[in-house]
């Protein structure tokens, strides 16, 4: 049924198809409204057999979750930044127990400087804490994959991050196609989990393993995630023949085909980006973009194949690996089968600065011509930087840096975008 | 594609305005986008929302730097924030006010524009009237609908009916159908001045 909501209720909507039992969170934005939503829901009864937990923060979210999860009960919970990293060790303990726990990320900043609005660094952060990792584009692709996340994460008992870009997705009323009940039923069977805390048959979680087996049991770890690669793609493909629908897999490809030049990006910018690939192809320009899905597992195979010909691969991502450069770049290196300069890191909307299209093509003109540096960052304000650096070379105590760069930078209220 | 920027201030149902446009114009069978600008938004502090409407999928996701519409729920804006920001020539400048535009002092900075997309409606005395609220929003969306001819006055009053119940949802449905035969007399009157 096509509907026009907020991003947030969408997810919240199709995570009540799910038929959750526990939904535990705590809020913070930009998550808020899909756990406020679920609540709401479960006081009315509208998800049947499902309680709705308040929790004290998001570590004791994550460990309800956990609890709730390894008595068999098919767990949900939401978080954003600054409570994504709160409840960090709980997330590794989940994955580490191959419990399937499905968590959105309404992905924003982390502090300091504190900063509500929306990048990729708090689900980066956690990229290799053994969770599936899969970015919505859309809203009508972060509902769809809230109800692929279930089925895949209870087949392999590993728990899955959706990722949606805070504010940008989460607070946009769009269109969408909510799929029936019964739609979602024949998708996803009841969970039957491999491992349960049942006083009939009892059995421990949690063993502590020494030097003699802990590599054996990271080992299985990644031989699961491998093993998502190989499944993710049918289940995608079993998606848009049950719902009609292309959403999830592992990636989105688009113009392509005969590309020199492809864009690598996550998230709900590919449609900025393609926006803008499409005026520089009426230009001529032989351009396409390669959107990831999934970023863990990450899939190698598929990457390689996809940038096949392309002679340049800008990877624009909304993170910033601190005294390296790219995070996402750095993964696309690994499967790149040209010369590795050929692959750009353009860092561009942290913290919720509007990624526009006249600034993609200025960047994405100046990588035709040959001229994109190894790392860019978009829109850098370098006036700005250069008084900051200039403040430091001439002072010792030159003051804390954010509130002198905001000083400097005058009132924003005034500014429209 | 068409890109309505709306102006106001926290408390005055600016976000909610652009998502009962967005509203207003799915039940029409289009495409629409609605989104706030994604403030830490406080009550009186100057808030922005956006709405895209389109007959294709939008993918479009960078904040509305270009608007084909401008709706200012608020005119003590119009000297503290730069609303008419890359506003095209041939743009529509909605403004929330008793006064005239010579009287709210951007007569003269208005003329570059049509005459005809320059309208002004008292959404708050409308709303008062109506809602007993000063909450100018439902009427401007009615006002819009008349001006711009985008939308029609029945989506606007369809969505406000989807968005609000009761006395409340009444109210502003009159508030909205008043501002609209307002703005088409003022219209009207421009086009014979």
Known sequence: MLKQIEGSRAVAEAVGLCRPEVICAYPISPQTHIVEALGEMVKAGQIERCEYINVESEFAAMSVAIGASAAGARAYTATASQGLLFMAEAVFNASGLGLPIVMTVANRAIGAPINIWNDHTDSMSQRDCGWIQLFAETNQEALDLHIQAFRLGEELSLPVMVCMDGFILTHAVERVDMPTQSQVDAYLPPFEPRQVLDPAEPVSIGAMVGPEAFLEVRYLAHAKQMRALELIPGWAQEFRDAFGRDSGGLMHTYRCEDADTIVVALGSVLGTVKDTVDEMRDRGARIGVLGITCFRPWPSAAVRTALGRARRVVVLEKSLAVGLGGIVSTNVRTCYSGNPDSVHTVIAGLGGRAITRASLARMLDTALEGRLEALTFLDLDKPLVERALAREREQRRSGPIAESILRDLGTVASKVT | ?193
């Open chain 2, 1 to 193: 594609m068409f890109q309505i920027r709306i102006h106001g201030r926290g408390g005055q149902g600016v976000v909610t305005a652009a998502e009962m446009l967005s509203v207003a114009a799915f039940k029409e069978g289009r495409h629409a986008q609605a989104f706030p600008s994604f403030g830490s938004e406080r009550t009186g502090a100057p808030v922005v929302a956006f709405c895209r409407i389109d007959d294709r999928e939008i993918r479009l996701r960078e904040p509305v730097m270009q608007p084909d519409a401008l709706i200012i729920q608020d005119p003590t804006l119009l000297h503290q924030v730069d609303v008419f920001s890359g506003l095209a020539k041939d743009g529509y400048i909605m403004i929330n006010t008793t006064r005239t535009f010579d009287a709210l002092g951007i007569g003269e900075f208005v003329r570059k524009f049509d005459p005809a997309h320059l309208c002004t409606v008292p959404a708050t005395e409308l709303a008062l009237k109506h809602v007993g609220r000063p909450l100018p929003n439902a009427a401007l969306l009615g006002g819009f609908a008349a001006a711009t001819g985008r939308i029609s006055l029945a989506s606007v009053t369809d969505a406000i009916r989807e968005t609000f119940s009761g006395k409340v949802a009444q109210g502003n449905v009159a508030a909205a159908s008043e501002a609209f035969e307002h703005v088409r007399k003022e219209i009207g009157e421009a086009a014979h001045a």
